[in-house]
């Protein structure tokens, strides 16, 4: 199976058409999901003895898998957090594959690693991360949240007060499921701050000092939101990190929906704050148009994250040795083995360049803005509050939640688009209520208008 034959040409050849063919397809069919018996029944057995052969199963995956899959650069593709990874970067997630290249040490990756090295320092230098801040690329926001949350834990843990206790976590009620899963992973607690909208300093500062006395010695940090993913909320950044100075605290802004929306000239004030930050997670798969997966953890001080995650071996000792010194990416996050996840970011960026990256950020935000100016003029429906970055939250006057996930589904199967509702709070109950969110610069007004149009 390693042979370069005719078969391996010929595959070659089909994959490469079958690419060429959808990066160039701005619409690509809306797919949808099958039950995995009928799957099963219309592929039968396809890992054998023997093998089906790279043309039969290529097939099955053009005429029927991939049909059961919703693309998630459809420009109607509007629910939970879409992307729209550009041409370049997917192009260049075919090189980094066929390159087959090891991402964790300088020693064997150098050449794409200083690749990545550079797209790194566009992301810090649009946080404005004092000098010697740093990063390095992950799988995604929750690799990034725990690499950051286990360096501050080890940052604590240097007290000797603190070696066995179990650290505690202050972040928003609106806070993204992944910091909830990483405690449970890290075995740390976490309190919520109740807020209706962002978390302002005041509101936490008051959850600190209702904290008792032992669970005020577990607390290391405090994790903000710079961007919300229901609502594109971006917490108070500033008077956070004023209390985390005061307090002592490592503070983390889990940007990594919103993070994006730092290289719009229009919001990045709301940032304003996130420079102070120790740590900080951006997800450029999400509104940096690459490809899945390609999160990104940035440090204000990246030799904390060495310290705590660097790992010791044998066989890993050549990779310290002089010969080899350079920038080693598993020294900074939780994963030893490692793809290029960055190179298809620096290919794109380095094409495109960042001015054009602005410009596409800031189509989102445009984009949310005239959803919200046509629901505004809709007298059916009512915006439940004004767009946050590239979300919209808004109702369908009547409606109850049997009617949104009916809608839901049927614009699903009908392949025109998927957008799916939330929750949000509204006095002391949640309410069911559509939503928004813009990434693809290929959406357009008339798709907005018709996708409101299936409400009436």
């Known amino acids: 199976m390693h042979n370069i034959d005719i078969e391996l040409v010929e595959m070659t050849l089909d994959v490469m058409k079958y690419t060429i063919n959808r990066i160039t397809n701005t619409s690509p069919e809306m797919g949808r999901p099958k039950k995995e018996e009928e799957l099963k029944k219309l592929v039968g057995e396809t890992i054998t003895a023997e093998g089906i052969g790279g043309e039969r199963a290529f097939e099955l995956f053009k005429d029927v898998l991939v049909k059961a899959t919703v693309p998630i650069d459809h420009p109607r593709h509007l629910a939970f957090v879409p992307a729209a990874p550009t041409r370049a970067a997917i192009m260049f ?40 801040a740093f990063g390095v690329f992950t799988s995604g926001g929750t690799a990034a949240n725990l690499s950051a949350m286990v360096t501050a834990r080890e940052q604590w843990r240097k007290n000797p007060n603190n070696v066995n206790e179990k650290g505690l976590i202050i972040t928003s009620i609106g806070a993204h499921s992944s910091i909830k899963a990483m405690a449970q992973v890290m075995d740390v607690d976490v309190v ?35 961007g919300t993913t229901n609502a594109g909320i971006i917490d108070d950044l500033s008077g956070i990190a004023e209390i985390c100075e005061r307090e002592n605290l490592w503070f983390h802004v889990d940007a990594a929906y919103g993070g994006g929306a730092l290289a719009a000239d229009s919001v990045r004030h709301l940032f304003n704050g996130i420079e102070k930050a120790d740590s900080i997670t951006i997800d450029p798969h999400k509104w940096l148009f690459s490809p899945y997966d390609c999160g990104a953890v940035l440090y204000k001080d990246p030799d904390q994250a060495k310290e705590a995650h660097s790992q010791e071996g044998s066989y890993l000792e050549i990779f310290k040795d002089e010969g080899a010194h350079g920038f080693n990416p598993s020294d900074y996050q939780i994963q030893l083995t490692r793809r290029l996840r960055g190179l298809p970011l620096w290919f794109s960026l380095a094409m495109h360049g960042t001015d054009k990256y602005k410009w596409a950020v800031e189509k989102g935000i445009e984009l949310a803005n005239l959803a919200g100016t046509i629901i505004d003029e809709d007298p059916i429906l009512e915006l439940v509050r004004e767009p946050g970055l590239s979300c919209v939250l808004f109702r369908r006057k009547g409606w109850l939640p049997y009617d949104y996930r009916e809608w839901t589904y049927k614009n699903h199967r009908d392949g025109f688009a998927l957008v799916t509702p939330t929750k949000w709070k509204t006095g002391s109950d949640y309410e069911t209520v559509a939503r928004f969110c813009f990434i693809n610069p290929d959406t357009t007004e008339q798709d907005i208008r018709d996708i409101l149009k299936t409400m009436e």
């Open 93 to 132: 997630d075919l090189v980094t594959s066929a390159s087959s290249i090891h991402g964790a040490y300088w020693m064997e990756g150098a050449g794409g690693i200083f690749c990545e090295n550079e797209a790194m320092k566009w992301l810090v230098s649009l946080t404005g991360l004092p000098n010697g």
């Open 192 to 226: 919520l701050v109740e807020t209706k909208d962002l978390m302002t300093g005041d509101a936490l500062q008051e959850k600190i000092n209702a904290l008792n006395e032992h669970q005020r010695k577990r607390l290391f940090t405090v994790v903000a939101t710079g």
